[in-house]
């Protein structure tokens, strides 16, 4: 496949023009892989993130005694070590080709070079995360409105046990309990939000007070939705 | 609060260093809008992007017979046109304060000055949007393992039927499939090489042939899972 057309396909680059796309084609890597072979080692100099067009990338790390952990695997389409490269900070991992790819690879200092020159490279490609984030939130919100409800529904009758009163101290942070929650912290505002405007809490700042425990109740046993 | 605190709470600007966000702190607009305010109207040149602080903002679209059309409602710490207003198009809907809300206004040539003096700023936005992109990619997996290989193995089974044979072509794009099915493309990579290598299907090109009908029943019916 031409280098542009494979460049076309990669989400990261989804907002790109025609020539925008062939400018980063002056500056990619066009790299072949074999089965098992290295591609960077964790604390090397992260000088260029790259983009799987075929084959299969392990990301993994080794404990003390050399015991592997796998964190990711990456396929087609699918970039690599950009976040560490774009923040400009080492390889925080090992990378192996766990079949023969083929990877194109983007030099940092090019890269750059390129947004200097073409700012609106970086913002068609802002614009295109972005949009790319918001559609990924709205997905998560309609797979986890129907059990996250319920679960956080659990949460607050326990807290309310624990802390004996019907008003309640959230002492985790919005981000770790919507992790704990499975979901996102946005998703876990809207949750609030809604159980709020259906009388079964109110709240202010951290604290949630419960006025509908029967309510309550019934979702946290699954019986109602909200 | 501070706008330079306030900015450091935004996810859009998660992976700004200080100096960055002060540099984007000189060129923020602070608004405040009461309630029912317009913010912009559809067709609107999209001058700047926006970030909710405190409040609620619905972003609609109004029928030929002036029917509104809610599209999203946004919180704190949600950007807003920025995707719009990133690629250089004009504002796609309408935006109007649903509670008095305060909201920065980002001007789109000085963000674009900013970006060109200081690449740097746009390498990190885009490694923190890159990074919740593959956190939320996770989460729709680990969401969708649940159910999706389920309805992809109904969806195969009646591919079968309809065409009359076990090696069935995928009539839509991974892209719409993995809509339709509640999932992500890569997600729905990620499920047809499980159910590969579990030796349940081959897949080759767009074409998947069924190996292991029982199994796939099983997994349809729910009774099983991948």
Redesign the interface.
Same mark, same amino acid.
């Given at each position: 496949m031409e280098i542009v057309e494979a460049l076309g396909r990669v989400p990261?680059f989804a #907002?790109l023009e025609p020539g925008q796309l062939q400018a980063l084609a002056r500056i990619v890597g066009d790299r072949v892989y074999g089965r098992g072979e290295t591609i960077f080692s964790e604390g090397d100099e992260g000088v260029g993130f790259f983009v799987v067009i075929s084959g299969r990338v392990k990301i993994y790390k080794l404990s003390a005694e050399g015991k592997e952990q796998i964190l990711?695997?990456f396929?087609? #389409? =699918?970039?690599f070590a =950009?976040?560490?490269?774009? &923040?400009?900070a080492r390889f925080p991992a090992h990378a192996l080709a766990l079949t023969a790819s083929r990877i194109f690879y983007f030099p940092r200092a090019a890269f %750059?070079g390129l947004?200097?020159q073409n700012? +609106?490279l +970086?913002?068609?490609? %802002? +614009? +295109?995360?972005?949009?790319?984030?918001?559609a990924?939130?709205r %997905?998560?919100e309609?797979?986890?409105l129907k059990e996250v409800p319920g679960r956080l529904a659990v949460h607050l009758l326990l807290l309310a046990e624990e802390q004996g009163e019907e008003e309640v101290r959230l002492d985790l942070t919005k981000t770790h309990l919507a992790s704990l929650l #499975?979901?996102?912290?946005?998703t876990l505002?809207?949750i609030l &939000?809604r159980m709020s405007k259906a009388g079964l809490i109110a709240c202010r700042g951290s604290n949630v007070t419960i006025l509908d425990r029967d309510a309550l109740e019934l979702l946290a046993s699954g019986e109602e939705r909200l």
């Open positions: 990261l #907002g990711h695997l396929g087609p #389409g =699918e970039p =950009e976040a560490a490269v774009f &923040a400009g %750059l947004i200097q700012p +609106a +970086a913002m068609n490609m %802002l +614009a +295109a995360l972005s949009l790319r984030l918001k990924f939130a %997905l998560i309609s797979l986890s #499975g979901t996102i912290p946005e505002s809207r &939000a």
